[in-house]
């Protein structure tokens, strides 16, 4: 029996084997039956409790676990952003580069440290504002029309260049990209954006700009930069109708006075003539430095022939005026050349040719002076081209010759010397005046090769007279800046005197102040070599150029040549007479004897007497004659 049923019929006082009537021994067992029943149920009810219990347990222990590792990838990961985020700020406000967010309404609501150095302004003045109204801000119009279609379709932005000014007004050049920040549902809300500054490199590069178009000397438009500004103006003249003028100043004599002061004080004059041209024409006309001393203006809508004359001469008067550095004066005078459009050149490089045709014109005409372009001097141009390229030849085909004039003493007559002078009898031209040809083989640099010839050939003829038995004096030959300058000037000459048994002292150089003063120092040196090789130096034009007893002192000649210009007025003209007086007299201080040239008249040589000049050469005493002349009718048997 069940013990609970056992012990609840105790409780009743019910012995289970005698006191229970038999009629319930049946309900008895079921009774207990049921009861064993319900215990077993219970039993697995509890079993099943302990069971889900137990999985509970386990689950729950799982979820701690899990949860645990979740806190801690959830610690790990913010920890990492956390450090990142730190990267981030510290990297952004090491950065130079500005960087930003904007809003949908481009203002700005994030500046990084860069932003505020770059704009040095505050954080709180920035945040807020938008970015293309930031006082300073500035993008040029044509860009920002640009950009704003961009910024509507909110399209990201690459390398826009812009300036900020500093609210001290310093100007920072920047260089900015902008993208669209978009959030987790991929909207659009604003911008990303970061400026660089690229203010260094935009200065240098505007720095190259400018060495490559402007003089670093004067700051005056260089070549190209002058070609272009001609460019443009030709084109506006073109529209407008309105003619204008380019001419090209060229400073005289300037590099004769650039060796004798030095290059810096060379320099500071060119300064000094850039600023006084500069000060001298309007506004909106330019002047440019092409290089060495020469110097282009342009004018547009320049007036009349008439006026551009006025202009110009007030412009060589500017130059004329007295320089006064480091206590000394000088004076420089300029020479000008002018061609206008559209009558003298319908192009940038035809003006600039023809105004250097003008300016040439100038200089021929005796400097400081203006000279407008016309169709003769094309003419003029090309016959100097057509004359340089029969030059070319003109010694292989036999064209050149020397003519010989005596040099005479001013006393009795007594021949003393001969001058060679080339001729030229070209197989095209005809016969070619020196004056017109030996400025065309200077500057195209023939001279170098021409003159070498008349060397041989002067030396060669000596030797033939003296074979001849004739007696010859020395015969002097004219040296020019080119032949000074060829380091073979010196085995040259004595190869010529080797080669035709002659002693240095047959031989004489002519050479000018000019040519002298091209190189002073190297002059110096080549002329004293010279004179200890035995040969006589003469200084050709005396009076045209920089004569002064301090420059005769500093080179070794023997003797001046007077410029006819100062004989031509003698006796009557006060001036010249002075001048040839002085001359005489200084050259005689100085040892050195004085020839005359360019003496035509009895009364040149009388009034030359009298002034104690010790040679004459001119008309009067001899015209340059071709050799067999002069052995006819002016040398004599040894
Ligand atoms: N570098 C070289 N230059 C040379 C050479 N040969 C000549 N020249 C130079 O050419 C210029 C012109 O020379 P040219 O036409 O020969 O004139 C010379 C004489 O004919 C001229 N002269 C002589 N006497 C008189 C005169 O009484 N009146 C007058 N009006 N002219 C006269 O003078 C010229 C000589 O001048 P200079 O040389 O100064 O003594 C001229 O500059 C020549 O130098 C050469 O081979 N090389």
């Avoid at 229970?20 to 319900?38: C, K, T």
């Avoid at 001609?230 to 004599?253: E, F, I, K, N, T």
């Avoid at 559209?342 to 200089?363: E, I, V």
């Avoid at 002067?458 to 038995?469: I, N, P, T, Y």
Wanted: charged share 25%.
């Amino acid at each position: 029996m069940h013990p609970l049923l056992l012990r609840q019929l105790k409780r009743e006082g019910l012995a289970p084997d005698s006191d229970v009537p038999e009629r319930l021994y049946g309900l008895l067992d079921r009774i207990s039956r049921a009861y064993s029943e319900a215990d077993e149920e219970r039993q697995l009810l509890d079993r099943a409790q302990e069971l889900a219990s137990r999985e509970n347990e386990a689950l729950c222990e799982n979820l701690r676990a899990e949860r645990a590792a979740l806190e801690q990838k959830v610690e790990a990961r913010t920890t990492d952003l956390q450090l990142s985020e730190a990267r981030l700020r510290s990297l952004l406000s090491l950065s130079v580069d500005a960087v930003w967010e904007q809003d949908e309404d481009h203002r700005l609501r994030l500046v990084s440290d860069g932003m505020c150095l770059l704009t040095a302004l505050p954080t709180e003045r920035l945040l807020g504002q938008r970015l293309f109204d930031l006082p300073g801000f500035r993008i040029n119009d044509g860009q920002m029309q640009q950009l704003l279609p961009r910024l509507e379709s909110r399209a990201s932005l690459r390398e826009v260049a812009c300036q900020f000014d500093r609210p001290d007004g310093s100007v920072r050049h920047l260089r900015i990209s902008m993208e669209p920040a978009v959030n987790a549902a991929g909207q659009v809300h604003g911008y990303r954006g970061v400026a660089r500054d690229i203010t260094s490199e935009t200065l240098a590069a505007q720095r190259l700009d400018c060495m490559a178009r402007f003089d670093s000397l004067t700051g005056l438009p260089n070549r190209t930069h002058f070609v272009e500004m001609v460019d443009h103006a030709v084109a506006r003249a073109r529209r407008s109708g309105q003619p204008l003028a380019v001419a090209l100043v060229d400073l005289d004599r300037f590099k004769t006075v650039n060796d004798t002061v030095g290059h810096a004080m060379g320099d500071e004059l060119l300064r000094t003539m850039a600023a006084r041209l500069r000060a001298n024409i309007r506004e909106v006309d330019s002047v440019a430095r092409l290089g060495g001393d020469e110097f282009v203006l342009l004018l547009e809508s320049c007036g009349s022939e008439g006026e551009l004359s006025t202009v110009f001469n007030r412009l060589l008067a500017a130059i004329a005026e007295p320089v006064e550095l480091l206590d000394r004066t000088y004076l420089l005078t300029g020479s000008v050349g002018l061609a206008r459009f559209p009558d003298d050149g319908n192009d940038t490089s035809t003006l600039l040719r023809h105004a250097d045709a003008a300016m040439y014109l100038a200089k021929e005409r005796g400097k400081n002076n203006v000279q407008f372009y016309t169709d003769s001097l094309a003419t003029q141009s090309a016959r100097r081209f057509e004359l340089e390229t029969a030059l070319r030849q003109a010694i292989a085909r036999q064209e050149l010759s020397l003519h010989y004039q005596p040099k005479v003493a001013a006393t009795d007559g007594q021949l003393l010397g001969l001058e060679a002078l080339l001729r030229w009898n070209s197989g095209a031209y005809g016969p070619v005046s020196p004056a017109e040809f030996i400025p065309v083989a200077e500057e195209s640099g023939q001279i170098v090769e021409i003159g070498a010839w008349v060397l041989r050939q002067a030396c060669w003829q000596m030797r033939a007279w003296r074979d001849s038995g004739l007696a010859v004096p020395p015969v002097a030959v004219n040296l020019s800046a080119h032949q000074f300058a060829d380091n073979n000037l010196v085995t040259e000459i004595e190869n010529a005197l080797a080669l035709n048994q002659l002693a240095p002292a047959d031989l004489e150089v002519e050479l000018t102040e000019s040519v002298l003063m091209t190189e002073p120092e190297r002059a110096r040196g080549v002329l004293h070599h010279l004179r200890q090789l035995g040969l006589h130096v003469t200084i050709d034009d005396f009076g045209t150029g920089y004569s002064s007893l301090a420059y005769l002192k500093r080179f070794p000649a023997g003797t001046v040549k007077l410029d006819r210009t100062f004989v031509r007025g003698l006796p009557d003209d006060s001036d010249d007479s002075a001048i040839a007086g002085a001359v005489v007299a200084m050259a005689h201080s100085l040892r050195l004897l004085v020839v005359a040239e360019g003496v035509e008249t009895e009364k040149q040589l009388e009034a030359l007497r009298a002034l104690k000049c010790d040679q004459i050469q001119g008309y009067l005493t001899g015209r340059p004659v071709d050799a067999a002349t002069l052995a006819k009718n002016v040398l004599r048997p040894q």
